[in-house]
């Protein structure tokens, strides 16, 4: 289905940014300054999910993939959630849900980090159990379960 001019694709990408200890990169977003979340992005038109994970982590982090041995994890999964708050005017009347794709980064350490100024307005590395706490969406809260925190106990 085409999307109707000037709305967005109800379809993104949720990519989690970690490292080998177990520390999660959260942002904290200009437009909803109590929301805390993982690298997100929509996709657009003619995009595939894996092209959007690359663009979103560049543009939200400056972290470039496939550079300093950042790779991108396609975890094969999505789920869907009812589009809310400040975000649902970008969506077209009739789209009430969006489609995540999950991705993940796994660093081997701390890396420094660029902010999208017009996205975030600040960044915290924390442990994959306070980042769960202080992540704000319930699929980013599951990401970090998921895939960080398993990884760190997985490495133990």
């Not at 590395?125 to 306070?130: D, G, I, M, S």
């Not at 704000?136 to 990884?151: V, W």
Request: with cysteine; aromatic share 8%; hydrophobic share 40%.
């Amino acid at each position: 289905m085409p999307l109707a001019e000037g709305y967005r694709r109800p379809e993104s990408v949720l990519v989690l940014v970690y490292t080998r200890q177990g520390e999660v990169l959260l942002m904290q977003r200009v437009d909803a300054p109590d929301y805390w979340q993982s690298v997100t992005g929509g996709l657009d038109e003619n995009e595939v999910a894996a092209q959007t994970a690359a663009r979103e982590l560049m543009e939200e982090t400056g972290l470039i993939a496939q550079s300093h041995a950042i790779k991108i994890i396609d975890h094969q999964c999505s789920s869907i959630f009812e589009i809310s708050g400040v975000w649902r005017k970008r969506y077209h009347p009739d789209q009430t849900h969006n489609r995540e794709h999950l991705f993940s980064v796994q660093l081997d350490e701390q890396l420094p980090i660029k902010l999208n100024d017009a996205e975030h307005s600040a960044m915290v590395w924390l442990p994959a159990t306070q980042a769960m706490e202080r992540a704000t969406s319930p699929t980013n809260q599951q990401a970090i379960e998921d895939i960080a925190l398993s990884a760190f106990y997985r490495a133990k």
